[in-house]
């Protein structure tokens, strides 16, 4: 956090890191994040841990125009408030990152210890998630000094300041719906991408990594860059169920 708490270092699109900053939120014991190598390549898929609950994407945010205008355009689905899921606002520099974990997390209350710091602001302000939300994570962030200044990944901690062409976004899924969550969307809310397919009866979850819709909107990132070395910059964590 900058001394203005209006900018915090970055997250590295790193596994372990999101981990570890999601067992300091309250994470139980039993899930962790684990790095996606491919969306579409069965292959790769198979070696993942499954089910995987939610999917982060890092983008390259400046290369990409085609999911604001999308996101304009679907912004008036008939959807229920109930059934729609936790949307929080980006409001400080550099936070997508960490966003993309509050908004993984957030949205499975279940999966956190009963102790969790972030399962009490929940419940603390259920009806209103964003009103105190710039306060829990100045104090997250301070108490966490060390671990932000130190569990950024393994490349060299950029200034809280630096600017970051990177953006990251979350997929969940709730009560049988889809959703894509970006703390900048213009909107400023959810962003419907259809019902559930592919329904395991005998899973607790939604496994993300066998959505079609998903699948094509991570596609649709990936095939609206400018150059086919943006694509370097693309990168996919998942939010799964350990068996550790």
């Known amino acids: 956090m900058n001394q203005e708490n209006t900018a915090v270092i970055p997250l590295e699109s ?12 309250g994470l139980a014991p039993g899930f962790k994040f684990i790095d996606i190598y491919s969306i579409d390549d069965e292959n790769l898929i198979a070696f993942l841990e499954r089910p995987i609950i939610a999917i982060i994407l890092l983008f390259p945010v400046q290369k990409n125009v085609s999911a604001e205008v999308t996101t304009k355009q679907s912004s008036n689905l008939p959807i229920r408030d109930t059934s729609k899921p936790i949307w929080l606002k980006q409001t400080f520099k550099n ?26 602001y929940c419940q603390q302000n259920n009806n209103d998630m964003n009103g105190k939300l710039s306060q829990f994570i100045i104090d997250f962030t301070n108490e966490n000094k060390q671990q932000f200044e130190q569990g ?39 962003f419907y991408l259809g019902e559930v397919q592919n329904i395991d009866k005998d899973s607790q979850y939604v496994d993300l990594i066998e959505q079609p819709s998903i699948r094509e909107r991570i596609l649709s990132y990936m095939n609206n860059v400018e150059n086919e070395n943006d694509k370097l910059n693309f990168s996919l964590i998942g939010f799964a169920q350990s068996f550790d």
């Open 14 to 25: 790193d596994p372990t890191v999101f981990t570890q900053f999601a067992k300091s939120l």
């Open 95 to 120: 936070a997508c990152g960490l966003y993309a974990l509050l908004h993984t997390l957030t949205n499975n209350p279940n999966l956190l210890t009963s102790d969790s710091i972030l399962l009490k």
């Open 152 to 190: 950024s990944g393994s490349s060299e901690n950029p200034d809280p300041e630096a600017v970051i062409d990177l953006h990251f976004i979350t997929f969940v899924s709730k009560d049988q719906k889809l959703w894509e969550l970006d703390g900048r969307a213009k909107n400023e809310s959810p």
